[in-house]
Nanobody
Framework: QVQLVESGGGLVQPGGSLRLSCAASGSILRIAAMGWYRQAPGKQRELVAGITSDSSTNYADSVKGRFTISRDNAENTVDLQMNTLKPEDTAVYYC???????????????WGQGTQVTVSS
């Protein structure tokens, strides 16, 4: 019923930039919070950045000042601009959203399939 599809991952050198995008599709009435998480090998999945429906944002301390999250409510998309990338940013990045479907009375949480980001020289 709902799909979150990420794009924009890849290999980048330290100090470089990448922009991740996530598009939600399906019988969507409304999207509340959206966010980006990441999971490195052998580590737990962690929140990178979150954004509410009125565009209030929060960031993990490790990415503050380097990453920027934004969303387009009309298009049901959320982006993550990543600058000054470091090797420790290497991980699979996942899109996440709380979505209210047509005909439903509650929000459900959805995940994308993930996109690999590798920062290496």
């Amino acid at each position: 019923q709902v799909q979150l599809v990420e794009s924009g991952g890849g290999l980048v050198q330290p100090g470089g930039s990448l922009r991740l995008s996530c598009a939600a599709s399906g019988s969507i009435l409304r999207i509340a919070a959206m966010g980006w998480y990441r999971q490195a090998p052998g580590k737990q999945r962690e929140l990178v950045a979150g954004i509410t429906s009125d565009s209030s944002t929060n960031y993990a301390d490790s990415v503050k000042g380097r990453f920027t999250i934004s969303r387009d409510n009309a298009e049901n998309t959320v982006d993550l601009q990543m600058n000054t990338l470091k090797p420790e940013d290497t991980a699979v990045y996942y899109c996440n959203a709380d979505i209210l479907l047509f005909g439903s009375t509650r929000f459900y949480n959805y995940w994308g399939q993930g996109t690999q980001v590798t920062v290496s020289s």
